[in-house]
C-alpha cells in the first residue's frame, strides 16, 4: 500500500508529509511522486516524515536519490523526523542524517532553508 501524502505549501516551500509504512513494496511508487514535486523552485523540498510508521532500507535509498538529484538543481531537501520517531533511529544508523539535514519540526525546517539561501 502506498502511504498518504499530503502537499502543502509552507512560506514558498512545498512540503511533503508521509503517513504510514515505506517499504520495498512501495518505495518506487513514494519515489515517483516525490521527485514530482521538483520544481525550479530556488529553495527545494521538505519531507515530513513524522507519520511515518515504517521506513526500510528502500525508503533510504530514496531519500539518498531525492537528495542527489536536489543537489545537482542546487536545492536543499530537509527532512523532518521528531525525535520521537522511531524511525529516526533507522536514519541515524544509516548515516543519513549526516547527508541530509533532519530537523524536529516543518517550522525549523523552513527556517533553516531560509538560512541556507
Known sequence: MIPAIRIQDHEGVPVASLEGEVDIANASDVRDQLLALLSHRPLGLIVDLSGVTF???RGVHVMLELAERMHARN?????????TNMIKRVLQLTHLDSIVPLDASVEDAAAQMELQR
Open 55 to 57: 521506513f526500510d532500507s
Open 75 to 83: 536545492q536543499q531537501l530537509r527532512l523532518v523526523v521528531p525525535d
